[in-house]
T-cell receptor
């Protein structure tokens, strides 16, 4: 199994508070992703990173920010949590050797976030 | 922009075959297939690249029609363990690896 850990695994927070989710990998993979999963929508890409300090927005990035200061860590921050951000959040990593190879993604176990 | 998957759900008896389709409005460089069991993380099954290169799972196959921006996943002689939600993930270029997933197809295999 790929070495990918998400923390926390469960969190309940109040509307308006900032929340940070952490994704940690031990594989030294270049690409890291944050997705949210909601019934009927599947996995929707929030942000992704293709290297240290290199990030880009996904399809549902509003209200979220990310940072990657080290290869192994990719942080997702909800700047001011809202009830619509209640979801299961998955981190994924991919080797993706530059522009040549397209490789599989490995997913973390997910973080269940509830905003009340 | 999310790819479209069909059907949304399918129920099979053990030993029956199923086909799950994925289509995109954008030109595709690659299509990935993943399976997710309830309460678990998605797991890689298959990747299909533009130009025909394919990596796969031993009892599941897939096709990729680049011109139509479509892919199909074929599950033959289904087993109980095939139950889960199947997602296609697409990428429109070989840079950036911006994976976008479809909404999923729920497959239930009954004894």
């Amino acid at each position: 199994d790929a070495g990918i850990t998400q923390s926390p695994r469960h969190k309940v927070t109040e509307t308006g508070t900032p929340v940070t989710l952490r994704c940690h990998q031990t594989e030294n993979h270049r690409y890291m992703y944050w997705y949210r999963q909601d019934p009927g929508h599947g996995l929707r890409l929030i942000h992704y990173s293709y290297g240290v300090k290199d990030t880009d927005k996904g399809e549902v990035s509003d209200g979220y920010s990310v940072s990657r200061s080290k290869t192994e860590d990719f942080l997702l921050t909800l700047e001011s949590a809202t009830s619509s951000q209640t979801s299961v959040y998955f981190c994924a990593i991919s080797k993706g050797t530059g522009s040549t190879k397209n490789t599989e993604a490995f997913f973390g176990q997910g973080t269940r976030l509830t905003v009340v | 922009q999310q790819p479209v998957q069909s059907p949304q759900a399918v129920i099979l008896r053990e030993g029956e075959d199923a086909v799950i389709n994925c289509s995109s409005s954008k030109a595709l460089y690659s299509v990935h297939w993943y399976r997710q069991k309830h309460g678990e993380a998605p797991v890689f099954l298959m990747i299909l690249l533009k130009g025909g290169e394919q990596k796969g799972h031993e009892k599941i196959s897939a096709s990729f029609n680049e011109k139509k921006q479509q892919s199909s996943l074929y599950l033959t002689a289904s087993q109980l363990s095939y139950s889960g939600t199947y997602f296609c993930g697409t990428e429109s270029s070989n840079y950036g690896q911006n994976f976008v997933f479809g909404p999923g197809t729920r497959l239930s295999v009954l004894p």
